[in-house]
């Protein structure tokens, strides 16, 4: 890999901007060496000054986290820009925005930023444009029309969605407006507990964005594992049945990086204090026994030390459950029902940092049906490079 980059680099300084791009993509992520934010960045703008959008979603994209680059204007310019250019995952971006406003314009803008990022390769802006179709999401229901685009998704090897629908989260206001920064200010979260502390926002995410996090992960899913508390190492337990997808850097964009920063805000962390997104799911029978979020000190020690302990969870549901699969805080008899955008935010530490044995929590059987959620385990201080 070191060779790989040191001839990408050589392509770099002659001036091409796809080996600049795949020069600063090796950087970031680390590929051969420690990630590298700010030699990254340096590549992406010089390939951005060509014109090349996949750099302008990347730069983008970075910003998010707001450790790297400022978190400002520039990226609702960039996201523009990569649309213009018809470059798939902006598109894809500008569309689940553009879903979460119930103005009918952006409404049908969102269908359309879907088609286009689709026809450009998307398989994943595909399904979200085939559940709208399927629903009527946006435009009037055309179910044959989604089965037919459904069966050329299966046939590709991409599975069905879970059935459901949502209204947009958010208020009409100017239509055909992107404001990606809407993404920091999520509704005001009702309070459950006060020991532990427990809260949930209803909606959080749109159906838009469920979807995403569920066909971004569905192919990369394995059986969950739990962290030993004296060697740090994971392991598949009889604690945790359920299979999941923890998403590397390299396989997220500007839309997963949004959600990820509204489910950060929710909880009013930070999202570089972020571990990265996992997405469960829970086929019937399965579940999570009562447990603790908060690391083991062995643990911590094996994985980002300074970034300290799990301060705060938030998980979202995905889909509409059957039967079942409710988080259950035993101590203070509370129990959530899951719903399709619903978050539930809770701390696993006092607020002196210490553990607070009362955040136990379990994940109850799927009775029926599946479940599917998105969970952030953000920390006291730093885990992320960008």
């Known amino acids: 890999m070191a060779d790989a980059q040191a001839w990408y680099l050589r392509a770099a300084e002659t001036g091409q901007p796809p080996a600049q791009i795949e020069y600063a ?68 971006t500008a569309a689940i925005h553009f879903g979460r406003k119930a103005h009918p314009e952006d409404q049908a803008l969102c269908l359309r930023l879907l088609q286009r990022a689709a026809a450009g390769g998307s398989a994943v802006a595909a399904a979200l444009f085939a559940e709208r179709l399927a629903h009527g999401e946006g435009c009037e229901a055309d179910p044959d029309a989604a089965t037919a685009l459904w069966t050329q998704l299966e046939a590709g090897g991409v599975a069905r969605l879970p059935r459901f629908t949502l209204p947009p989260p958010d208020p009409a206001g100017a239509p055909r407006r992107l404001t990606l920064e809407d993404a920091l200010h999520p509704p005001q979260a009702q309070p459950l507990s006060a020991q532990p502390r427990v809260s949930t926002i209803d909606r959080l995410f749109s159906a838009d964005e469920c979807r995403l996090c569920i066909a971004s992960a569905r192919p990369h899913m394995h059986a969950s594992q739990t962290v030993d508390p004296l060697t740090g190492e994971a392991h598949a337990l009889s604690l945790r049945t359920s299979s999941e997808t923890c998403f590397d850097p390299l396989m997220e964009h500007s839309a997963l990086r949004l959600a990820q920063l ?14 990265q997104l996992t997405v469960l799911h829970y086929a019937p029978g399965q579940q999570y026994r009562p447990h603790r979020d908060y690391l083991p000190a062995g643990a911590i020690g094996h994985d980002h030390p300074h970034a300290g302990n799990r301060a705060r969870t938030v998980i979202v549901y995905l889909n509409a459950v059957e039967a079942g699969g409710a988080t259950e805080f035993p101590i203070p008899g509370l129990r959530v029902e899951p719903f399709p955008g619903r978050a539930v935010i809770f701390d696993n530490l006092h ?26 385990w953000i920390r006291q201080g730093r885990h992320r490079a960008f």
């Open 351 to 376: 607020p002196d940092g210490s553990p607070d044995p009362d955040s136990l929590h379990a994940g109850l059987p799927v009775d029926a049906g599946e479940k599917w959620l998105a969970t952030l």
């Open 262 to 275: 509204r489910m950060a805000a929710a909880a009013g962390i930070d999202l570089p204090n972020a571990e």
């Open 25 to 92: 993509r090796m950087r970031l992520f680390g590929m051969a060496g420690p990630p590298a934010p700010d030699v990254a960045t340096h590549w992406l703008l010089r390939a951005e000054r060509s014109g090349h959008p996949a750099a302008a979603e990347l730069l983008a994209s970075i910003a998010i986290g707001g450790a790297a680059l400022p978190r400002d204007g520039r990226i609702n310019e960039r996201i523009h820009r990569a649309v213009q250019a018809d470059f798939p995952p902006a598109l894809l």
